[in-house]
């Protein structure tokens, strides 16, 4: 039996922790309802754009034409050398420094910054970053306009083209624009689908290194995101003995246990954390097996659960861990008595939950609940997370966004970099 008391949440920090984290939705429908941007698509939240980060029509068509190549482009993820090669050469004939960083050998990442920070031998202090490759399978680009809008289809137009596209045109509009050559870095990887070896391998080439802010991009339906959940696995599974189910005390019945286990399991998840922020953390016991046959004693039984973290520390699948097997302890020792083994074992790859900066005035804000690449990148101190469309219809088969949704991203993004740094 687990209460709250015994767990360390009690703590003055979880208390300062619980107030930080009093945020919840916040809208600033006030500020949006005078923003030029508000009505440039009914489906976004708006924000209040800085007046320099306002496209010119020359870089909205820039914009348009850019996304509609880069989706052209299929980048499943382990074949994303084609779109790679792309952006490379895109912001290679923009003038920049660009470098190629090595992720596994035949996989590489973009990675780019003005030839002025080069030239000094050092590291920009602030990136723009988002992710290349895609789900599969591929789908084609289309454009499409119904009612008067204008939507770009296509695999990879929302997730993370729909980002990466207003990132650069935002980006080098930005740096063209001042004579202070901001400490601005452009990064795009490889295999964020499928577990971020991309983000991995850039983070270690630049293990050396602390930036200020990144800027990060997915789709966040046009808000800056407050923040996402963390994720932990693990699978209970019984080692029991098998015997003729009219003479069941000659076995160890491992199908009981496992039941037994299961529900000490869920009792867990009222103890576990819960933020404003992030909401409840939550339990899902999502695949059982065991057994051969109703006549029979099970030998064998085992669940795979899965555990959404509303937390941010950094240690909490430590803390949570620790806090099931404690649960779970009598039930081991129980078990164990009866001559059964009752094996607890966590996943690898737990990502702690992660709070995200919003303290940039005049956005819509709002909590995320996918994963992304932000865990994998530590040496960041302010993050920030934002990008047109919906993560809804980011991995199905009718993946879109609008035009309008594209040209808000690229002001929302030059609106961030503005604040990020502030006319010397
Ligand atoms: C366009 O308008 C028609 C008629 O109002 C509506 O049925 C359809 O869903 C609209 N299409 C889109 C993409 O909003
Ligand atoms: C980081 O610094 C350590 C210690 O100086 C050094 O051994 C290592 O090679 C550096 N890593 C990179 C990627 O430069
Ligand atoms: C689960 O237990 C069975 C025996 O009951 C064993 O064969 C299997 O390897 C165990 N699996 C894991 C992942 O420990
Ligand atoms: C979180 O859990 C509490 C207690 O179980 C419940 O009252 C509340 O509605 C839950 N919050 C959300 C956002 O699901
Ligand atoms: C779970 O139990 C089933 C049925 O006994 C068995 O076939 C399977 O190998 C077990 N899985 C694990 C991960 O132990
Ligand atoms: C539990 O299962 C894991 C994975 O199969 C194994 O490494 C570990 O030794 C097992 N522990 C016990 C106590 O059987
Ligand atoms: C967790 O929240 C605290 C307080 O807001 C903050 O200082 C810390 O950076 C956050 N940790 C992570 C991993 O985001």
């Not at 923009?94 to 003005?114: H, I, Q, T, W």
């Amino acid at each position: 039996m687990v209460s709250a008391s015994s767990y360390h949440f009690n703590t003055p920090y979880f208390s300062h922790f619980l107030c930080t984290l009093f945020v919840g939705w916040h809208t600033f429908a006030n500020v949006a309802a005078q923003s030029p941007s508000a009505s440039a698509s009914a489906t976004s939240a708006s924000f209040t754009s800085d007046p320099e980060a306002t496209l010119t029509a020359d870089e909205t068509k820039e914009l348009f034409d850019f996304h509609k190549k880069l989706v052209k482009i299929p980048s499943t993820t382990f074949e994303e050398a084609e779109a790679i090669q792309f952006v490379f050469d895109y912001i290679s004939d923009l003038g920049y420094y660009v470098e190629k960083v090595d992720v596994d050998g035949s996989r590489y990442d973009v990675f780019a910054y003005p030839q002025a920070i080069k030239d000094e031998g050092t590291w920009p202090e602030v990136l723009i970053t988002s992710h290349l490759d895609t789900v599969p399978p591929y789908i084609p680009f289309e454009r499409r306009e119904e009612n008067g809008t204008i939507y770009h289809f296509g695999r990879g137009s929302v997730d993370a083209k729909g980002a990466v596209a207003p990132q650069i045109v935002a980006a080098h509009k930005f740096l063209q624009a001042r004579t202070d050559t901001p400490s601005l870095g452009l990064l795009f990887v490889v295999g964020e689908e499928t577990g971020g070896d991309g983000m991995k391998a850039f983070a270690k080439y630049a293990e050396n290194v602390t930036f200020s802010a990144a800027i990060f991009g997915e789709p966040t339906e046009s808000k800056l995101a407050t923040g996402h959940k963390g994720s932990l696995g693990l699978t209970l599974n019984i080692t029991g003995k098998a015997a003729h189910s009219a003479y069941e005390w000659l076995g160890v019945n491992a199908i009981d246990f496992l039941a037994e286990g299961i529900t000490a399991l869920n009792a867990v998840e009222s103890v576990l954390p819960t933020s404003e922020l992030l909401g409840n953390s939550t339990i899902n016991v999502g695949r059982v097996s065991g057994g051969v046959a109703s006549n029979v004693v099970p030998a064998n039984a085992n669940a795979s659960v899965s555990i959404r973290v509303a937390q941010n520390i950094t240690s909490a699948p430590d803390d949570i861990s620790a806090l099931i097997e404690e649960a779970l302890a009598p039930l081991v020792r129980r078990a164990e008595h009866a001559g059964a083994i009752f094996n607890v074992t966590f996943a690898a790859g737990a990502r702690p939950a992660i709070v995200l900066d919003t303290d940039i005035p005049g956005f819509e804000i709002g909590p995320v609940f996918y994963g992304t690449d932000i865990p994998s990148l530590p040496q960041v101190k302010k993050k920030y997370l934002y990008g047109p469309a919906s993560i809804k219809v980011a991995h199905g088969p009718d993946e879109e966004l609008t035009q309008d949704e594209l040209v808000l991203a690229a002001e929302a993004y030059g609106t961030i970099l503005a604040h990020i740094f502030p006319p010397s």
